[in-house]
């Protein structure tokens, strides 16, 4: 079960860090990844990291500006997100254990229920 945290109202250039908690016993085995939707758009990857955290891939729209990273100690991932944007205003999702192209969501396995991010311009 993945659980997402620390959505909410932000102003354009302001910041937020969402969380990710998981259970089950196997989060340390599994590759993690957020994705997004907009109103009226599809579901979009946005960033994943690998197992150990060594690796992480994110999409051009936030190169740069975002940042993921997990704790497997706590069973965590988190997406720092900095110089927020009107346009990254959307739904954002936790998932995990991909098999396949990791940039399409359905590659991966488990969900998070969703958490809004709302950026005001």
């Known amino acids: 079960q993945l659980v997402e945290s620390g959505g909410g109202l932000v102003q354009a250039g302001g910041s937020l860090r969402l969380s990710c908690a998981a259970s089950?016993?196997?989060?340390?085995?599994?590759?993690m990844g957020w994705f997004r939707q907009a109103p009226g758009k599809e579901r979009e990857f946005v960033a994943a990291i690998t197992v150990s955290g060594g690796d992480t891939y994110y999409a051009d729209s936030v190169k740069g500006r975002f940042t993921i990273s997990r704790d497997n100690a706590k069973s965590m991932a988190y997406l720092q997100m900095n110089s927020l944007k009107p346009e990254d205003t959307a739904v954002y999702y936790c998932a995990a254990d991909p098999e396949g192209t990791f940039t399409k969501d359905e590659a991966w396995g488990s969900w998070g229920q969703g958490i809004q991010v709302t950026v005001s311009s």
């Open positions: 089950g016993g196997t989060f340390s085995t599994l590759p």
